[in-house]
């Protein structure tokens, strides 16, 4: 799994390398993290010029977390596609979630959380809206939308000590 553990000249000589052989690695690599290669990377293959940088990205973002371990990430990405309304990732995420050993009840969890935060976003949508529309209406103020505190670390994550 040499690319699940990439550093920066690592990733220098990848580039280097000719995409027909770097491709099927890449692919394998996936195949033994997952069990599976997702559809998208099935798709993109054929175009090396984006299925690589995308590869490389990927795995930066799902990967080299220090701070979140493999299931943590495996259940967020249950959640967001839950959330996303993505039937193919959800399933595919759930059935990694399954090889990993991740219990039923804590994947059903993810997938509450991701139904909830997609609720809250259509809510928040639309009672904008309809406030937008309605001027003066006490229900329509926004004055306590935005945290006033600069050490609040929700609003300031820049500068929230994250461990």
């Not at 809206?129 to 003066?136: C, H, I, R, V």
Request: with cysteine; net charge negative.
């Amino acid at each position: 799994m040499w690319w699940f553990l990439m550093e920066l000249e690592d990733i220098v000589e990848v580039l280097k390398n000719d995409p027909e052989k770097v491709i099927p690695e890449l692919l394998e690599d996936v195949r033994k993290q997952y069990g599976e290669v997702p559809y998208i990377m099935n798709f993109m293959k054929d175009l090396p010029e984006i299925f690589i940088p995308k590869t490389i990205y990927d795995n930066s973002i799902m990967r080299e977390f220090k701070n979140l371990d493999p299931e943590t990430v495996e259940l967020i990405s249950i959640g967001v596609a839950s959330a996303l309304r993505c039937g193919h990732c959800l399933k595919m995420h759930i059935r990694i979630a399954k090889r990993k050993g991740i219990p039923k009840e804590k994947i059903f969890s993810a997938i509450m959380i991701g139904a909830s935060l997609s609720n809250a976003a259509v809510l928040a949508e639309s009672t904008r809206a309809l406030a937008s529309e309605f001027p003066g209406d006490e229900k329509g103020s926004e004055e306590n939308e935005h945290c006033c505190d600069p050490d609040c670390e929700v609003c300031n994550i820049a500068g929230a000590n994250i461990k």
